[in-house]
């Protein structure tokens, strides 16, 4: 098995994997992350998900949010996510699907730095809007509900170049091609991680 050549030692690490819904991105963390025990995968929208289960106010909200395909307000996704931060600080956190549009990002990366987590790499699996709806649409998730789904896919297709762009200014992106079969896009990531 490939060992990770990052620093174990290294405290703050922080993949970031981003890609339309259903590019496959999850998928390939959880496989990567299983052969991995010092990485623990995290996806966004399963933290929000698990979120709004809960019997809160914020949960409420958080529910109301994605089951109409709306992003939740930056404040409240931060709050979440530093939640699960500090719950990971010995680990190296593989974040999938972090939601949100270019102005997210600063708001976003000041959460990491107070919880002492830098990004070192941002993984872009790349796949075409046929492909991601067409595997979207075989899942079983409420968000993925066809309104809602639409929403979201129009949210990530008019902000996915914009933050690609920005992470690549910042010599932080790389990208698969997430179009191929699922083992080698795991495949891809691994190398990818491992090589960080």
Not at 6 to 12: P, T
Not at 43 to 52: C, K, P, Q
Request: net charge neutral.
């Amino acid at each position: 098995m490939q060992s990770l050549a990052l620093n174990i030692g290294e405290k703050g690490v922080v993949i970031l994997c981003i890609g339309l819904p259903g590019s496959g991105k999850t998928t390939a963390c959880k496989e990567v992350a299983r052969k991995h025990p010092e990485i623990v995968h995290q996806s966004m929208g399963d933290l929000l998900r698990a979120e709004a289960k809960l019997s809160t106010e914020r949960a409420m909200f958080v529910h109301s949010c994605l089951s109409q395909g709306k992003l939740v307000p930056v404040d409240m996704g931060l709050e979440i996510l530093g939640e699960f931060l500090v719950q990971n600080r010995e680990k190296i956190i593989l974040l999938d699907g972090y939601q949100g549009t270019l102005e997210y990002l600063d708001p976003f990366h000041a959460c990491l730095a107070h919880h002492g987590f830098a990004i070192k790499k941002v993984i872009a699996f790349d796949v075409s809007i046929a492909t991601a709806l067409a595997r979207s649409q075989g899942r079983m998730r409420e968000d993925d509900a066809p309104e809602a789904l639409a929403q979201r896919m129009f949210i990530r297709l008019s902000s996915m170049d914009p933050i690609k762009n920005w992470y690549d200014n910042k010599k932080l992106l790389v990208s698969i091609n997430a179009e191929r079969p699922v083992e080698q896009v795991v495949t891809d990531c691994q190398a990818l991680i491992c090589a960080s």
